[in-house]
RNA sequence: GGGCCGCUAGCUCAAUCGGCAGAGCAAUUGACUCUUAAUCAAUCGGUUCCGAGUUCGAGUCUCGGGCGGCUCACCA
């Protein structure tokens, strides 16, 4: 048998002990006055007065007969501090028999000890939930990345930066939604499970719905059902929700991650710009306190303006070739093989230009940068240049070398529209399974007439791993997808 | 999916050239009424990821499998 089942099976005896003895080890509330950092902070007011606090034990020190723990509760820890003639034997003798990650409700009075550290002196105590499993080691904690994921309980635990993580998750994202509301936009929720998935460029998830005996996809994106609301009289409309992609796992990608997008009618691309670098130095000072972040090693400022630099203008500066000048596939992957540039020879020109942008460009652009007007292949949703009708007015914004920010001046001519999901059916049929399917109800939406519309998408995952300076997307979702563990 | 690396006690890690599988923390017992990585003494704890093979002998070498990390391809 092993340690941890021997383990588990003394605090097993315990439990049934504690029964015996009418104590019940699972209590169903317990009243606390204070939160533990609240006692601390409120020392001077509070000192000698009783109050109630609530945690779990995460260290303890006996020392015959008086024994020092340390509370922990979601505001931070405090310590306690139990004594035989203040408790009486029974109960000093039933404390002592308290184990590390059980819960305990405590009453007494605060103080200082002799080393400065503000405490309770414990004068009564409730269980509140035993434990039955030992928790990580207190030196190193949890490190195995593993175990770190799928138990992520004891990664919030063992690990305070871990948990730091996810309420700075949680503070840009209120206040991306802050930013949103004040800029009259309304957030509305879209169907994730769509008859027809749309609006990137992306294999889905099939499921199967029983009762109407079909087909359904989980959602790649949210556009074409926001740019329906566009249609329908909602002129500023933000969603942010879980999309779903059925592709490879790696240090950007999660199959499900979370995004945001919105519309905002009579806008175009430049209006989006001008709001997507507001919109991120208002994040910085709601969450810092500043526009500025720290990503991998850099400080970045993220007041605007942001460089802007068209797509065109950056591939030249980055590798000296300018796409215009070789204006088919067979002339620029010709140049590009001359450069001595790796890329799969059966790319189409758009996704040679792609491919330049992605590995030369991307990995350059540290500080915040919008790159602009890409090829009109890769932006089926997109609208032209008047000017330039092979590009579109589309931009991707980038920080610390991450996209963070995918916008366009939103295509509504239907006409062109349904060439475009044309086009794309040809390369589909050409094999490349992320191409769009036709949406046949979504033309029909645009022939009824939507305006000029500005769209922008954010990826809110990767947004957050430069806001916290992570280098993987497991390390801002509570529960990364990982492989099932095959049962034996 | 390809390549590289990893998997040893509950946790964090050692183990020389192939030669008795170890430490700290956790746990158990005892001492201890201001400790805080408490201290001190003793004790318990192993399918070395799984399965084959080579060998007198495998944590270590070989092959197959599992899971993870990184990376390439694809994507946001």
Known sequence: MAEGDDLRQMRLAKLEKLRSEGIDPYPKDYHRTHLTAQAIQQFDELAGEDVRIAGRIVSMRILGKATFAHIADGSGRIQIYARKDVLGEEQYDDFRTLDIGDFIGVSGSLFRTKAGEITIETKGYTLLAKSLRPLPEK???????????????????????????????????????????????????????????????????????????????????????????IVGGFEKVFEIGKNFRNEGISIKHNPEFTAME????????????????????????????????????????????????????????????????????????????????????????????????????????????????FPVEVSPLAKRKTDEPDLVERFEGYIGGMEIANAFT??????????????????????????????????????????PTGGLGIGIDRLVMVFTDQQSIREVILFPQLRTRREE
Not at 162 to 167: L, N, S, T, Y
Not at 172 to 193: C, N, Q, W, Y
Not at 306 to 331: K, L, S, V
Not at 413 to 425: A, G, S
């Open 139 to 229: 030196w190193h904690g949890l490190v195995d990345v593993e175990k770190r994921y799928r138990q992520r309980y004891l990664d919030l635990i063992a690990n305070p930066d871990v948990r730091k993580i996810f309420e700075v998750r949680s503070a840009v994202i209120e206040a991306m939604r802050t930013f949103m509301r004040e800029r009259g936009f309304i957030e509305v929720e879209t169907p994730a499970l769509q008859p027809l998935y749309g609006g990137a460029a992306a294999r889905p998830f099939e499921t199967y719905h029983q009762a109407l005996d079909r087909t359904l996809y989980l959602r790649i994106a949210t556009e074409l059902y926001l740019k329906r609301l």
């Open 410 to 451: 939103e295509l509504n001519d239907p006409i062109d529209q349904r060439e475009r999901f044309v086009k794309q059916l040809e390369e589909r049929a050409a094999g490349d399974e992320e191409a769009h399917v036709m949406d046949e109800d979504y033309v029909i939406a645009l022939e009824h007439g939507m305006p």
């Open 262 to 373: 919105s519309y905002e009618a009579y806008a175009d691309y430049i209006d989006v710009m001008e709001m997507v670098e507001q919109m991120m130095a208002f994040m910085a000072r709601m969450v810092f306190g500043k526009e500025e972040i720290t990503y991998k090693g850099q400080t970045m400022r993220l007041t605007p303006p942001w460089r802007r630099i068209t797509m065109r203008q950056a591939i030249i500066e980055a590798t000296g070739i300018d796409f215009r000048q070789y204006p088919d596939q067979q002339t620029l992957s010709a140049k590009m093989a001359e450069a001595g540039m790796k890329f799969d020879p059966a790319l189409s020109r758009a996704k040679l230009i792609d491919h330049m942008v992605s590995t030369y460009v991307e990995p350059k652009l540290i500080e915040p940068t919008f790159v602009m007007d």
